[in-house]
Nanobody
Framework: QVQLVESGGGLVQAGDSLRLSCAAS????????MGWFRQAPGKERMFVAA????????YYADSVKGRFTISRDNAKNTVYLQMNSLKPEDTAVYYC???????????????????WGQGTQVTVSS
């Protein structure tokens, strides 16, 4: 099993940047596919980004492509989400997720992830 703890959320203005971190427990972090999802009030949980095991191939939702960057540091058991040019519509609770058996092509399906963090709030004011 793995436990995930997100951090780095906050209140920012449109155009600002934030970096979210997700620290994972356990010694097998490098085996996990890691994802970021977000959920706005009254809306479904949506895929944001994912990163595979080595060689750390990245995947993004169209809405964040070019603005957000997902990365991982296996030595620190941590995955990051660098968010630039933030927009009010990026406001949501951001969740980190992990799984070690998702097939390629399904990284954006939240139901495929077994492990979730508690979430961190990101609020972007206009």
């Amino acid at each position: 099993q793995v436990q995930l703890v997100e951090s780095g959320g906050g209140l920012v203005q449109a155009g600002d940047s934030l970096r979210l971190s997700c620290a994972a427990s356990g010694r097998t972090f490098s085996r996990y596919i890691m994802g970021w999802f977000r959920q706005a009030p009254g809306k479904e949980r949506m895929f944001v980004a994912a990163i595979s095991r080595s060689p750390s191939i990245t995947y993004y939702a169209d809405s964040v492509k070019g603005r957000f960057t997902i990365s991982r540091d296996n030595a620190k058991n941590t995955v990051y989400l660098q968010m630039n040019s933030l927009k009010p519509e990026d406001t949501a609770v951001y969740y980190c997720a992990a799984d070690d058996s998702i097939q390629l092509g399904y990284y954006s399906y939240f139901s495929k992830y077994d492990y979730w963090g508690q979430g961190t709030q990101v609020t972007v004011s206009s």
